[in-house]
């Protein structure tokens, strides 16, 4: 005669949430992967004149080359092996479409500056710890309408991302205000 003990599901259930909630084990919906692409994309108002968004790309640029002198001075190693600045078009936030296919957008009110980082074996920091202080120093642009880093290979979107769409654009603005 074999004994059987069954388990209820509530009782897992319970065990399993308190496992979680103690810290025994831990959940990631998407982890970051480390990169050795970084990318600052800007996106001016539409309108903006190309002067603006190259003056918004030099910023982002700027502050791209004193990060990549400061954790040269820090380490003793150059962590960037190339810098790349984009006028007119975001080449890496647009390979962001499904299955990383180009969703094709060129336009005066966009800029981008990438940084190739020497091989994640070869450097201490993690892509998403010099994109941090990349952002720091970089600091805000106001007159820009969206400033978004990717210091990730996997990327799984905006946390919520809201288009409202009409034709009539004083009711968009009104409702998006709101």
């Known amino acids: 005669m074999a004994l059987r003990h069954r388990v209820s599901r509530p009782v897992v259930l319970v065990v399993t949430l308190w496992m979680v909630l103690v810290g025994w084990t831990t959940f990631q919906f998407f982890p970051a992967v480390e990169a050795d692409l970084m990318?600052?994309?800007?996106t001016m108002p539409l309108g903006s004149p190309v002067s603006a968004t190259a003056s918004a790309v030099r910023r982002l640029e700027a502050s791209?080359?004193?990060?990549?002198?400061?954790?040269?001075?820090?380490?003793?190693?150059d962590y960037f092996s190339h810098v790349f600045a984009s006028v007119g078009d975001q080449p890496v936030a647009s390979r962001e479409g499904p299955i990383g296919l180009s969703v094709g957008s060129a336009a005066a009110h966009l800029g981008e500056t990438t940084v190739e980082l020497i091989s994640a074996d070869e450097r201490e920091l993690t892509s998403e710890v010099i994109g941090n202080r990349w952002r720091e120093l970089t600091g805000p642009i106001p007159e820009a309408v969206e400033l978004s880093y990717n210091t990730s290979d996997i990327n799984a979107g905006d946390d919520v991302d809201v288009m409202f769409m009409g034709p009539d654009i004083r009711a968009l603005q009104t409702a998006a205000d709101r």
């Not at 990318?39 to 800007?42: N, P």
């Not at 791209?64 to 190693?77: F, H, K, M, V």
């Open 39 to 42: 990318s600052a994309s800007v």
């Open 64 to 77: 791209a080359e004193q990060l990549g002198q400061e954790l040269l001075d820090e380490t003793g190693r």
